[in-house]
């Protein structure tokens, strides 16, 4: 069965301060993998995905992730923290025995960014 | 112009009574979906439907129902609500899988 691991359920970092957040799957077969933020009473937003193709990604706000199949990761970055990042942030990957329809989460990483 | 909207937003309700939370989409996607959001943010599938017919149905007590009466409507009802129920319940769409989903703003719902 497809897992995702994100690591820390808090971060914190600095305003302007470079922003990680660690995911990693478990999967034979490469995955599509997610990121999504969460802002306190609010849906999912998809930040960017990885399918195919070039393993770094960008997506919104100035994140980016990198697909390591070496180290079955996709960690999330960005190079200077603003205030308006604190929010939830999950992981996630489909499964590709499923035909990739079923999406599974991670349990999340909250982002605190310290003035 | 909400891309996938729920109603209730809130719900506050007694242990043994029946409700239903509703959700449309209006982005033409053919599958839609209900998540549970537990207290501690974990995230997990319940259901799914593709052009109205149900494609994943997760080990959910079947006091869960879902329905879809066309591919831009999935609700979700609930009989004989438990303590347990209370979460926020997410309704999301998606075309093609390798989109990823457009959620919905959620549904609190209480059972007291």
């Known amino acids: 069965a497809q897992s995702v691991t994100q690591l820390g359920s808090h971060v914190s970092v600095s305003e302007g301060a470079l922003v990680l957040l660690r995911c990693n799957y478990s999967s034979s077969v490469p995955p599509y993998l997610f990121w999504y933020v969460q802002y306190p009473n609010q849906g999912l937003q998809l930040l960017l995905k990885?399918?195919?193709?070039?393993?770094l990604v960008k997506g919104i706000n100035g994140f980016e992730a990198e697909f390591k199949k070496s180290e079955t990761s996709f960690h999330l970055t960005k190079p200077s923290a603003h205030m308006s990042d604190a929010a939830e942030y999950f992981c996630a990957v489909s499964d590709p025995s499923g035909g990739y329809q079923k999406v599974t989460f991670g349990t999340g990483t909250k982002l605190q960014v310290i003035p | 112009d909400t891309a996938v909207s729920q109603t209730p937003k809130y719900l506050v309700t007694q242990m043994g009574n029946d409700k239903s939370i509703k959700c449309e989409q209006n982005?033409?996607?053919?599958?839609m979906y209900w998540y549970k959001q537990d207290s501690k943010k974990f995230l997990k599938i319940m259901f799914s439907?593709?052009?109205?017919?149900?494609?994943i149905n997760e080990t959910v007590p079947n006091r869960f129902s879902p329905k879809s009466p066309d591919k831009a409507h999935l609700n979700l009802h609930i009989n004989s609500l438990e303590l347990g129920d209370s979460a926020v319940y997410f309704c999301?769409?998606?075309?093609?899988?390798?989109?990823?989903?457009?959620f919905g703003s959620g549904t609190r719902l209480t059972v007291v």
């Open positions: 982005l033409g996607h053919d599958t």
């Open positions: 999301a769409s998606s075309q093609v899988t390798g989109d990823g989903y457009t």
């Open positions: 990885y399918t195919t193709g070039a393993t």
């Open positions: 439907y593709n052009n109205k017919e149900l494609i």
